[in-house]
């Protein structure tokens, strides 16, 4: 088979190591891919100037892909799916209209609401004013929503009035750090513990993967901006086998019956960003129409199945005759970023220490280039730095230890993924 991988991050990196793996794959094509994407076996990028949907269309029928995979969110919302299936193009991914579980946080809050799913109690507003009006009546903290998509960055939790009053006003003008929105959801702040519960869906079947954990704040402890994620775990205890049962029945199949009753059929990862609360009562903070990231690394090392097969069964809507096979060992994701993320960053800096090798550990590139013969800083996120062990604290100090290998001017992460398992610190422990 000839896969097409669309994407650039470490996602799309562990995607394509692991379906590098696949008997049943002779060639694989990034666009764009990254430095790490290349270097993997039977792949090649290749750089298309501001691809449209159609250049991807013109691709794949040029170079004979049986099967294209997309890894991030915007060319779903785009309608990538929608319009290689008229092309006769088999394709990994749910459709335009129910992308909009992720373009659109109004549309999510209307499904959860319509599915009776538990989630924050919220409001959806179209101008500053009564926006401004709800949250003077409102207590702080308070969690502030861009309604599109916004790579991981448009969530907003604020602690004071005046703050949440200039956010609104900024979000809605653009000033927000190149955050702008006609739309927003102002909800309510809930405590608990949050995890990832991701799913392959092809529309009634649905087949978990493997539980996982991100760590969304920049910094140590929970504190600090969100981010697109700093690392994450794989399993966590967090996500039992009665919780998972009671997230797909309650949450996951209650969805995907709302998306029913609207003519909408779900094929590809659903991916709901949960918040669990003292009683472990799961509440949907967001849904996600792709595999999260960096959970992608963490849950991706853990996997024994071929994941093309995988991705075949979902697109044939013959999910139920699969099991999925992972392997006993714990693995953790450490996110090495650029000082400044999730704000003003530099690029263009020599990474240092990639050439050293500890057994059980994998680095995935995210934001990094090719150039002169070394390898460059090009994103914010910039790589993931990924370990199975016997257990987390084995996983934990391995990704930290091959972290620690690597250096560049600027370098920053966090200390602390995984410890609040390791030391059965939950609110709920």
């Known amino acids: 088979m000839n896969i097409l991988i669309i994407g650039s991050g470490g996602r799309e990196h562990a995607i394509a190591w692991k379906v590098s793996q696949s008997k ?13 994407i290349s270097k993997e ?7 298309i100037e501001n691809p449209s949907i159609q250049d991807y269309i013109r691709f794949a029928k040029s170079k004979n892909i049986d099967l294209t995979i997309v890894g991030p969110e915007a060319p779903l919302v785009d309608g990538i799916v929608d319009e290689f299936k008229k092309n006769n193009l088999k394709i990994f991914g749910p459709c335009k209209a129910a992308s909009q ?27 500053s004013i009564s926006a401004s009006k709800y949250i ?20 907003f939790i604020v602690e004071e009035e005046e703050t949440a009053l200039k956010l609104i006003n900024d979000l809605f003008t653009g000033n927000a750090d190149g955050i702008s929105s006609s739309v927003i959801v102002i909800e309510e702040f809930l405590k608990g513990e949050e995890a990832s519960f991701i799913c392959l ?11 996982s954990k991100d760590h969304k704040k920049l910094n140590n402890g929970d504190t600090g901006p969100n981010t697109g994620g700093m690392g994450a775990y794989s399993p966590t205890s967090l996500i039992d086998e009665k919780l998972a049962n009671k997230v797909i029945k309650e949450i996951i199949k209650p969805t995907l019956y709302e998306l ?13 960003g949960l918040m669990i609360d003292k009683n472990k009562n799961p509440y949907v903070l967001e849904y996600n129409c792709r ?32 099991k999925i096979l992972w392997n006993e060992y714990a693995s953790c994701t450490v996110v090495l970023a650029s000082e400044g993320y999730p704000g003003k960053y ?3 800096i020599k990474i240092e220490g990639l050439e050293h090798e500890i057994s059980g550990t994998k680095i995935f590139h995210a934001g990094t280039k090719f150039e002169n013969g070394s390898i460059y800083t090009n994103g914010g996120r910039v790589l993931g730095v990924t370990a199975l062990g016997v257990n987390l604290q084995v996983a934990q100090a391995k990704a930290y230890d091959r972290a620690n290998q690597v250096s560049w001017e600027g370098k920053i992460k966090r200390h602390d993924i995984g410890e609040k398992e390791i030391r059965g610190k939950f609110i709920f422990s």
Do not use: W
């Not at 794959?25 to 891919?33: L, T």
């Open 260 to 272: 029913k009753k609207r003519g909408i059929f779900y094929s590809g990862f659903l991916y709901a």
């Open 291 to 322: 595999l999260g990231d960096p959970e992608a690394q963490a849950i991706l090392m853990r996997l024994e199945s071929d994941i093309v097969e995988l991705f075949l069964s979902t697109v044939d809507n013959e999910l139920e005759k699969i």
């Open 24 to 36: 049943i794959v002779s060639k694989i094509y990034a666009i764009p891919g990254n430095p790490g």
């Open 346 to 348: 530099k690029k263009n």
């Open 136 to 155: 003077k009546k409102q207590n702080m903290p308070i969690v502030i929503k861009a309604d599109g998509l916004a790579a991981g960055k448009g969530v």
């Open 41 to 47: 076996k039977k792949v090649e990028n290749f750089e």
């Open 201 to 211: 869906v092809s529309g009634d079947s649905i087949v978990p993967l493997a539980s």
């Open 101 to 127: 579980l992720e373009g659109s946080k109004s549309f999510c809050k209307d499904i959860l609401n319509s599915g009776k799913v538990l989630t924050a109690k919220h409001e959806t507003f179209t101008d």
